[in-house]
């Protein structure tokens, strides 16, 4: 069957619940062993003491380490992806972190595409960088040769471990080359103290409808599903999906942390994705009727947005080559700065003054002053969150009213 189809029974048998169409919540912190015999082997295998036997399951045991609801999302998310394997989170940030505590220890080398999410960028130049990880910053405009010259230097003479990337990246919309990356990860590898280099995206933007980054091969692939995978604003959630070996790791860690996604929540998830293509492909409709109409404003002087010409030759030949749709997610930058940028933003009435995005609301804040203000603002400038830029996320309402909100918005600056 098609995923959309999967989306409403893969992972579930309505014989298992009395016979409910949907599945219920597991509100449960345990579950009862039918033998002493039987807990001692679900324990031996969840801790890796033994492996499952041919056509052996390992069987429910304590809501930190399984649960019915977060099995079943997650045999969902995993058909969405086409992986093997996918772990939920309560939050965006926890899977990231958790997947960057997995494979990163003090003295690694990190490589990370700029810009990327505030809170990602604090955790890796903060946190991480206090742990004693070198972290090394790229853009999508970065060629590969230039990143191999810096790891030469004394100052990334450890190991490298991960090359961690968001396409498009948030707020600017700027794609990264996967198949360059996918090169600068064989290159790296060569070397035999680099022998097992994670490249790690987050996809959120635009997957897992738009975008197919395992194809490419992007070896884990994270998302706050927060976003468009829920799509509701009622959420907090995160996942993330690969092949077996390289997320069992993670899903150890996410055990001992406690960072698994609560019953409640994943059943929430769950019931949203039931509905993901149909809120997907309106948004994608909507947002490319909404750049027509900002392309030709006088009082806008950029749109960024997969696709569009002024995006530049590079840039739209990686969109054709890796990218399924465009997107909802629009980024223009007004002339003037902060003062005309928040003029805008306090006229919208449709349009929610908010940070999430993904929602079947449209949604619209200021990156430079809100999502990114802990990034130093040389680097802002650097890499285009400019003062005047606004990050819109388009939503399923009717595209012209949207419309007619952004032109009573505007039309005053």
């Not at 994943?266 to 392309?295: D, I, P, Y």
Request: aromatic residues 8%; negative net charge.
């Amino acid at each position: 069957m098609h995923k959309e189809s999967h989306m409403m029974s893969y992972g579930y048998t309505p014989e298992w619940s009395e016979g409910s169409v949907k599945p219920p919540i597991f509100q449960t912190s345990t579950f009862v062993f039918k033998t002493a015999e039987e807990g001692k082997r679900f324990f031996e295998v969840a801790y890796g003491k033994s492996e499952l036997n041919a056509k052996e399951e390992i069987g429910l045991i304590y809501s930190r380490l399984n649960n019915p609801n977060m099995q079943i999302l997650e045999e969902r998310l995993a058909i969405l992806e086409g992986s093997e394997s996918s772990a939920a989170f309560e939050s965006g940030m926890s899977a990231i972190s958790t997947t960057m505590l997995t494979y990163l220890k003090p003295g690694d080398v990190l490589i990370y595409g700029n810009p990327v999410y505030g809170g990602t960028h604090h955790f890796i130049t903060h946190f991480l960088k206090d742990l004693g990880v070198k972290v090394l910053p790229f853009s999508s405009a970065t060629k590969n040769e230039e990143i191999l010259i810096k790891l030469k230097s004394k100052e990334f003479s450890g190991p490298v471990k991960m090359i961690y990337f968001e396409s498009p990246a948030n707020p600017t919309n700027s794609l990264f080359d996967l198949e360059e990356l996918n090169n600068l990860k064989s290159i790296i590898s060569s070397e035999p103290k680099n022998d097992d280099v994670m490249l790690v995206m987050d996809n959120t933007y635009l997957g897992p409808i738009w975008q197919k980054p395992l194809d490419f091969g992007v070896d884990v692939v994270c998302y706050s599903a927060t976003k468009f995978l829920n799509g509701h604003s009622d959420v907090i959630a995160g996942c993330v999906m690969g092949k077996e070996e390289a997320i069992t790791p993670i899903k150890t860690l996410r055990t001992f942390l406690g960072s698994m996604i609560a019953p409640y929540t994943a059943w929430l998830l769950t019931r949203s994705l039931e509905t993901l293509h149909l809120r997907m492909c309106k948004q994608g409709e909507n947002a490319e009727k909404v750049v027509e109409f900002l392309l030709k404003q006088k009082t806008v002087k950029s749109v960024s947005f997969p696709g569009v010409a002024s995006m530049g030759k590079i840039q739209n030949d990686i969109f054709k080559r890796q990218c399924k749709g465009a997107g909802a997610m629009i980024s223009f930058e007004v002339y003037g700065g902060e003062k005309e940028a928040f003029k805008v933003l306090n006229k919208l009435k449709l349009i929610k003054l908010a940070v999430s995005l993904g929602s079947n609301e449209s949604l619209a804040q200021h990156p430079h002053s809100m999502t990114h203000a802990d990034v130093p603002d040389d680097i802002k400038e650097e890499i285009g969150i400019n003062k005047g830029l606004i990050r819109l996320s388009v939503g399923i309402e009717n595209a012209y009213d949207i419309i007619d909100d952004l032109k009573q918005a505007l039309k005053d600056i």
